[in-house]
């Protein structure tokens, strides 16, 4: 009988984290009422513990993981602001912080089950990213600058349609596929052929969208993973020798590498964008977005260097920029809110996480390719906003835990021969 119960909530719970990852990747999340989201999370968590105590215990109250430990303080920090006003920060972002921060514990609960469970969720997940992008790229067909209204807080046509989030999403999944089909970690015909499909369209839809960052940094994961591993005690060496070349040659021919690309394109953004760019490395006037963003930057960098312990408050939206916020990074943008304390709890929830997932991961072709994926995360934090929801929970659960599914599988293949 207890069996039974144990069973039955099992299948409650996966249905219930399938349907909560479901409005977390598709659009429609943004007009969902908190408060159902919040009584599906309250659900997940009396769901999990019912059918795992010792699985929970772990898991979601951190007793053994050291990122569980630092996000539940980086939450108390936000909340102690957010009850004494230190900043104009709201509940919104509060709440925004708490659903990236749960893909965490979601992650740790799900990896310690079978990889049937994870492939299942890795499945939903493809296939809400995949519907998605079909009307991602329908909505850019029409207008070109779907995505950037959606990001200035605005409608567009379709509800479906996918934000920067979402792009920056799915540059997550092109650099897995990349990298999986590289590694020839995906063994059946079909299969290769299904994410060669995949991975062609995807990458089309980011063209589309007209979001450079996003390009650049899929041509630079390419770098990455088409490089071969060196296995011997040289290979640190050989990684910082070899960075350093690619660095050297990249910063003396990228005017020209701008340049050229600003021509080839015949997106009008992306043209634009290129031509900036182009300007920046050849030492010319640099204007338009690229100047904005280098100014956001150091204003950022200005209000961290003048209020380095606490920071200015957490301000967030376009009135921010008057109490010294740029907007434009996250990483950067912390430090200049929260000062040193938090700014660094944030970037050490994104190592150790990463840590963990990584020594959890036998195959050394994947770890490799999840690897990849962090330095890319994290460069992005760098110079973009990583506070949504839909990006935290590709990020830290969608992605993650596919990556442990194939590597549980591809372990148990090699245990039986």
């Known amino acids: 009988m207890i ?4 069973k039955y909530s099992s299948l409650l719970r996966d249905f219930v984290v399938t349907i909560y990852i479901i409005l977390t990747l598709m659009p429609t999340y943004l007009s969902s009422s908190p408060i159902l989201i919040i009584v599906l999370m309250i659900l997940i968590i009396s769901l999990c ?9 772990n898991s979601f109250l951190g007793l053994q993981q050291v990122t569980v430990m630092l996000a539940y303080s980086f939450l108390i920090f936000l909340l102690i602001f957010l009850i004494f006003g230190y900043g104009d920060i709201d509940f919104y972002y509060f709440y925004v912080y708490l659903r990236v921060f749960f893909a965490i514990l979601l992650f740790y609960y799900y990896s310690n089950l079978n990889e049937k469970l994870q492939r299942w969720l890795s499945l939903i997940s493809f296939l809400a990213m995949f519907i998605v992008s079909i009307f991602t790229s329908i909505a850019l067909h029409k207008n070109p600058y779907s995505v950037r209204i959606l990001t200035s807080g605005k409608q567009v046509d379709s509800f479906l349609t996918g934000g920067y989030s979402f792009i920056y999403g799915l540059l997550f999944y092109c650099i897995m596929i990349l990298g999986l089909l590289n590694k020839n970690v995906i063994m059946t ?14 990458i089309m839809v980011l063209y589309q969208s007209s979001l450079t960052i996003s390009l650049i940094l899929l041509i630079m994961s390419m770098f990455f993973l088409f490089i071969p591993s060196i296995r011997n005690g040289y290979s640190f060496y050989y990684w910082i020798l070899l960075l350093f070349t690619l660095t050297v040659i990249f910063l003396n021919y990228a005017d020209v590498i701008f340049y050229k690309l600003s021509i080839w394109t015949e997106n009008f953004e992306l043209s634009v964008r290129f031509l900036e760019l182009s300007n920046f490395f050849s030492g010319n006037n640099v204007n338009g977005d690229m100047l904005t963003r280098l100014n956001l930057y150091s204003t950022s960098l200005q209000t961290f260097s003048n209020n380095p312990i606490l920071g200015v408050g957490g301000y967030y939206g376009h009135d921010s920029i008057l109490k010294g916020i740029g907007g434009h990074s996250e990483l950067i943008d ?23 997932v990584a020594k959890r ?10 690897l990849v994926m962090v330095f890319v995360y994290i460069l992005l934090g760098i110079v973009n906003n990583l506070r949504t929801v839909e990006l935290g929970t590709i990020f830290f659960f969608t992605i993650p835990i596919y ?13 039986a021969d």
């Open 403 to 415: 990556i442990y599914s194939i590597d549980q599988k591809n372990n148990k293949s090699i245990r």
């Open 334 to 356: 912390n430090f200049a809110r929260y000062g040193i304390i938090v700014g660094l709890n944030y970037i050490l929830i994104i190592i150790s996480f990463s840590k963990y």
């Open 361 to 370: 991961i036998v195959n050394n072709k994947l770890k490799k390719i999840y």
């Open 49 to 57: 513990f019912v059918t795992n105590p010792i699985i929970f215990s």
């Open 189 to 202: 015909k079909t299969k290769k052929f299904a994410f060669c499909i995949i991975l062609g369209f995807f």
């Open 3 to 6: 069996n039974k119960k144990v």
